[in-house]
């Protein structure tokens, strides 16, 4: 198994493309594997036979695994070939035949045969096979299993990382946090069911961890943790913005933007003028950047991505919008490269979509920040000492502390207010 | 505080108690005029007289025989065994005997008995002469069974084993001999039956006892320089153990290593590893691991006797892996 993506730590064989004795050439496609972020091509790298299919569809390995076998017509694969039934190891590298176990000391064999064993370990079994979605059996240690009862956790979602897969402490952890906060949401009053989340009336419904939630997971608490939050909030007056998305709209579809591109080019211009959010924190020092990559989180079914528009600060609003475009539509497919979902500097979370007022976004590491839009509603404002209706739009900015202080967090929060109440000041 | 020598530490116990009841005496191959095999007697002929610093015939049984119908006619004796090795030859006295007599005479004829001598691996002394015994004696029901691993747990063990009324057997070590720390003066009792956190820590439990004690500790610095916080917990007392404080310790860290010069099968680790699983299960994170000596009669090759005995390497790799911060 190749990596496929700088974060890949294991792939999911989606579908072979080729069968066992064809011929293959260097660059063709083998086989569609799932990373934790994309579905890729798997391509072989010599010209040759696919002599063997070791790996089956829909079976996930780590990286370094073997999945294919491509040689010679004739050549003899049988060294290479894996002992009978290879099961496929999540979380390898465990088989303890090799790695001497610590402590063995190789004493003399005396006469009466005693076993040489210093270390009177109990024998774990030797890289048995990951659990499979399915199977009941769940390893997992008895503190893990008692703190997982104490939080209500299901263990069969928690990933593990101990020997053969073994749920440790850590692992509940590490699951708690990531759960913990969507448990303690109130339930959505959901008028329409959102197909393919039904539980049966009475019942529940276990759904395995995807490869993508995995990393999800695993990529929120890496931020929420170590990364100390705060948070800045404005309310933006939108008129302007709204007629002029309007004007630009009645000069035919060519011209049509929305809010979000107007967001995100406003959001660029602010981390032009303010380097220092511009900036990410490194264990030993702070890094600022020459460039401004904008991401914008995109919802996608079971998960969300965030695609980067590059240099949003040099580009036009039009080219801005049909990126944007462009890149939901690869991230709702799964067809987004490495290239085009790492590297921004700065985030962009939108919900207003789903009529929520306000809210706070996890920033995405190593950026020092990402701004949570919510929805543009005609609300009561005070404006020059009367009560007025206009439209606004509330924006929270959770920041990096290391990097941002509230003043500087503040103002750049002023520039950005500045530009989406005032449009014309993009064009600055 | 003064510091001592753990011999000099049982010298001034068994002066200190000698002074104290009259009926105390000690006997054993050169004890008296030779002032021990390990100099542990040094100067107690001069002071208490050949009456009561006896040298017996090199006859293990004999002395240890003579030792125990000393106890039963109400004397309290201190039986030296030049070392535990020898004592085997004695084992009938000590089990069939010493343990026996209070049970089997209805609570009428207590034994209080001190048994005494080095146990376990000295350097290149061989497979005869390398051996750990206490599993075999904490296996007896009637005998006590103590193995101090400082200076100063020396002194408070040994006052407190002279004046139970039952048979104990007491461990010392060669290498332990030389040992200096800081040793109370005077009335220093330590309770038989109480263990002693040595260090504390918070993320794994390492038991050792004797000489395992500094292997341990030097362990556990090994492992905080990795940001490992290993607490020692030394039972010095085997037989009653102190369970409830390795307990603690096992709740507190979820993880346990115990470390044992003697040989893996049915060894003290064993032992202990039974009353954690049972009465810590819901606590354990990880397997217990135990570190003991190889399942070989000892080689006298230097090198090979290194790599037969638990040393701190052996016992890092073990806190590693209950820390799942090694494969395998």
């Avoid at chain 1, 380097?275 to 264990?283: D, G, K, Q, R, T």
């Avoid at chain 1, 030993?284 to 991505?305: F, N, P």
């Avoid at chain 1, 007022?357 to 000492?385: K, M, S, Y």
Wanted: glycine share 8%; hydrophobic share 45%; charged share 20%.
């Amino acid at each position: 198994m190749e990596a496929l993506s700088p974060t890949m730590e294991e792939g999911r064989l989606v579908a072979w493309k080729k069968k066992e004795g064809d011929a293959v050439k260097a660059g063709e496609t083998l086989a569609e594997v799932e990373t934790d972020k994309a579905v890729m091509e798997l391509v072989a790298r010599e010209d040759g036979v696919l002599r063997k299919i070791v790996l089956g569809e829909g079976a996930t390995v780590p990286v370094g695994a073997l999945v294919a076998i491509v040689g010679g017509k004739d050549e003899d694969i049988s060294l290479v070939l894996p002992p009978t039934s290879p099961a496929p190891v999540v979380g390898g590298g465990l088989s303890r035949g090799a790695g001497a176990a610590p402590g063995t000391a190789k004493a003399p064999a005396a006469a009466a045969t005693p076993a040489p064993a210093t270390v009177a370990a109990p024998s774990l079994h030797p890289a048995p096979s990951h659990p499979t979605p399915g199977s009941s059996r769940v390893r997992s240690s008895p503190l893990a299993r008692r703190l997982a009862a104490e939080r209500g956790l299901d263990l069969r979602l928690v990933p593990g990382t101990g020997p053969a897969g073994r749920i440790t402490k850590r692992d509940v952890d590490a699951a708690g946090a990531a759960v913990r906060p969507a448990a303690a949401a109130p339930a959505a009053p959901a008028l329409a069911v959102v197909p393919g989340m039904a539980a049966p009336p009475g019942g529940v419904r276990d759904v395995p961890l995807t490869t993508m939630r995995k990393t999800i997971a695993r990529r929120l608490v890496e931020s929420i943790g170590p990364v100390p939050h705060f948070y800045l909030t404005s309310e933006i007056e939108m008129e302007r913005a709204w007629e002029a998305r309007a004007h630009l709209a009645g000069l035919g579809d060519a011209y049509k933007v929305s809010f979000n591109d107007l967001i995100v080019k406003a959001v660029a211009l602010a981390l032009r003028q303010h380097p220092a959010v511009n900036a990410s924190f490194l264990e030993d020092r702070i890094r600022y950047h020459g460039d401004v990559h904008v991401g914008m989180a995109v919802a996608v079914e079971d998960g969300l991505i965030t695609p980067v528009i590059r240099h949003a600060d040099r580009k036009g609003l039009l080219e801005i919008a049909a990126e944007a475009k462009t890149l939901a539509e690869r991230a709702r497919a799964r067809r987004l490269t490495p290239e085009e979902y790492t590297g921004a500097t700065f985030s962009v979370s939108n919900l207003g979509m789903f009529d929520i007022d306000e809210f706070t976004a996890v920033i995405n590491p190593p950026e020092a920040g990402i701004l949570a839009v919510g929805r543009i509603a005609q609300r009561a404002v005070v404006a020059d000492g009367q009560l007025a209706v206009r439209r606004t739009m509330r924006v929270t900015m959770s920041c990096d502390h290391r990097v941002v202080d509230g003043a500087t967090g503040a103002k750049f929060l002023q520039t950005v207010k500045l530009m989406l109440e005032n449009p014309l000041a993009m064009l600055l | 505080m003064p510091v001592l020598t753990y011999r000099d530490a049982l010298n001034q116990a068994l002066r200190e108690e000698m002074a104290r009841n009259q009926d105390v005496f000690l006997m054993g191959e050169e004890v008296g005029a030779y002032q021990g095999a390990y100099k542990v007697s040094r100067g107690l002929l001069e002071e208490f007289g050949p009456m009561r610093v006896v040298d017996s015939p090199i006859t293990e049984l004999g002395f240890a025989g003579v030792g125990v119908g000393a106890a039963m006619a109400g004397l309290r004796p201190v039986i030296e065994f030049m070392t535990w090795n020898f004592a085997l030859l004695a084992i009938d006295q000590i089990v069939n005997s010493a343990a026996k007599m209070l049970y089997m005479s209805g609570g009428q004829v207590p034994i209080p008995i001190v048994f005494r001598g080095p146990g376990g691996a000295a350097l290149m002394l061989a497979a005869q002469h390398s051996q750990s015994f206490e599993a075999w004696y904490a296996h007896v029901p009637g005998l006590k069974v103590v193995t101090p691993a400082t200076p100063a747990d020396a002194k408070g063990l040994l006052k407190s084993a002279i004046r139970d009324d039952n048979p104990v057997i007491f461990i010392e070590g060669e290498m332990l001999y030389n040992q200096k720390g800081e040793v109370p003066e005077g009335e220093h009792l330590i309770p038989l039956g109480v263990a002693d956190i040595k260090r504390p820590g918070t993320d794994v439990t390492i038991v050792a006892h004797a000489k395992m004690v500094a292997v341990a500790l030097k362990a556990a610095e090994e492992l905080e320089k990795e940001g490992v916080s290993a607490e020692v917990v030394d039972p010095r007392t085997l037989r009653p153990l102190d369970l409830p404080t390795i307990l603690e310790s096992v709740r507190k860290t979820n993880r346990c290593v115990i470390v044992e010069e003697g040989w893996p099968l049915a060894g003290i680790g064993a032992s202990v590893v039974d009353g954690i699983q049972r009465e810590a299960f819901d606590d354990l994170d990880a397997p217990v691991l135990r570190v003991t000596g190889a399942d070989v009669p000892m080689p006298y090759n230097r090198q090979l006797e290194k790599l037969a005995k638990p040393d701190a390497a052996k016992v890092v790799a073990a806190a590693k892996r209950v820390l799942y911060l090694a494969q395998g």
